[in-house]
């Protein structure tokens, strides 16, 4: 008799089990086809003018069934884009978050009559712009030939330059298709060829920092110098 009751018992835990499955699935089911949990407004948090047309798409889809993967189309149209990030406001709403790679300097290319400015950005995505916008540096390109890897270098130095307090709007480079040069204040920074600016954005960093220098600074290596400041 003992046995058969725990019998019952086993059987009746296993339905309350099953049964409760069966709601919770059922209930799943009805609330990500439900019309309430449509998506009907997408919401942004950011000014920048990126290419977005790619949402369009996920307008009357369930809001349950959008996540990070949804947003493929979104990275493929703004490289400038580093991350995206969704909040879902339900029943209905998406708020969308985004952080954008650096921007690192504007390019402006002189080597035709006419200038062609880029933005260049710290993945190493660069941009045709019309119109300086931010208060960063500027990088004259005024002769060739430019190596492959100069954006590179250019991106490498500026990274490196960020462990020091200086104004970016302030400093400016030259490359003549020969050598780099630096200008910033008074001072002139004469880094030569366009390689390793990773090692010598420490040394230029130190220097700018200070200030000090109404002259001319010359690398002789990626980490030593000769000064000629008054």
């Known amino acids: 008799m003992k046995d058969y009751n725990e019998s019952q018992t086993r059987t009746f835990k296993t339905f309350l089990v099953f049964t409760m499955s069966c709601l ?44 990070e993967n949804s947003f493929e189309g979104v990275y493929t149209d703004n490289p400038d884009i580093k991350k995206l990030s969704i909040t879902k406001d339900l029943p209905s709403r998406l708020l969308i978050t985004v952080e954008v790679y650096e921007k690192m300097a504007y390019l402006y290319d002189q080597r035709s009559s006419i200038t ?18 931010f208060p960063i540096s ?17 991106i490498s130095l500026f990274k490196t330059l960020e462990k020091y307090e200086y104004s970016k ?40 920092k200070r200030d000090f220098c109404n002259g001319t600074v010359r690398f002789i290596s990626s980490d030593s110098t000769v000064e000629n400041c008054t």
Do not use: C
Request: glycine share 10%; aromatic share 10%; no cysteine.
């Open 116 to 133: 062609n400015i880029k933005l260049l950005h710290e993945n190493n995505y660069s941009i045709s712009v019309k119109e300086v916008k």
């Open 24 to 67: 919770s699935i059922l209930l799943i089911l009805m609330t990500v086809t439900s019309q309430t949990y449509r998506i009907s407004e997408i919401a942004y948090n950011f000014s920048d003018d990126f290419e977005l047309k790619s949402l369009e798409q996920l307008y009357g889809k369930s809001i349950w069934m959008v996540d």
């Open 138 to 154: 500027i990088v004259q390109i005024l002769n060739g030939p430019v190596g492959e890897g100069f954006n590179g270098e250019i």
């Open 169 to 208: 709007k302030d400093l400016t480079l030259e490359y003549d298709g020969k050598g780099l040069v630096a200008f910033y204040n008074k001072g002139t920074y004469e880094l030569g060829d366009a390689i390793d600016l990773g090692k010598k954005g420490s040394v230029l960093g130190a220097y700018l």
